[in-house]
């Protein structure tokens, strides 16, 4: 396991499926390197809010992944939460797979998405 990745697992844009896979293997590999600590792990997952919500990801998340092919790029954009319920839904997946930091990142660069997703946390 390279360095810079022995102390901390990482899934961008992932599934909590995923994050919980990553945060097994980095658990696993921590321990064959009898590290005494569990490793720490973050995820990332995109959000859009409100009336744009599936035109800003759409926008957004297809141009910034396009690098990827279209196919793959559609994907991560449709599966930005774009509804309060999913966000909450969202969250909670991660907190249940033991996801100690998730990072919600919006579609938009417009401030009100912060107002936005307060509100769908109940915050």
């Given at each position: 396991?390279?360095?810079?990745?022995s102390?901390?697992?990482?899934?961008?844009?992932?599934?909590?499926?995923?994050?919980?896979?990553?945060?097994?293997?980095?658990?696993?590999a921590?321990?064959?390197?009898?590290?005494?600590?569990?490793?720490?792990?973050?995820?990332?997952?995109?959000f859009?809010?409100?009336?744009r919500?599936?035109?800003?990801?759409?926008?957004?998340?297809?141009?910034?992944?396009?690098?990827?092919?279209?196919?793959?790029?559609?994907?991560?954009?449709?599966?930005?939460?774009?509804?309060?319920?999913?966000?909450?839904?969202?969250?909670?997946?991660?907190?249940?797979?033991g996801?100690?930091?998730?990072?919600?990142?919006?579609?938009?660069?417009d401030?009100?998405?912060?107002?936005?997703?307060?509100?769908?946390?109940?915050?």
């Amino acid at each position: 396991m390279p360095r810079h990745w022995s102390w901390r697992s990482a899934s961008a844009g992932s599934t909590a499926r995923s994050a919980a896979s990553t945060r097994r293997t980095s658990s696993s590999a921590s321990r064959r390197a009898a590290r005494s600590e569990e490793p720490q792990n973050a995820a990332l997952a995109y959000f859009s809010l409100g009336e744009r919500a599936e035109a800003d990801a759409q926008a957004y998340l297809t141009d910034y992944y396009a690098w990827l092919g279209e196919e793959t790029a559609g994907f991560i954009a449709g599966s930005a939460a774009k509804d309060p319920e999913t966000v909450q839904q969202y969250v909670s997946a991660f907190e249940r797979v033991g996801c100690q930091e998730l990072f919600l990142f919006p579609s938009s660069s417009d401030p009100q998405q912060v107002d936005l997703l307060a509100d769908a946390l109940d915050m």
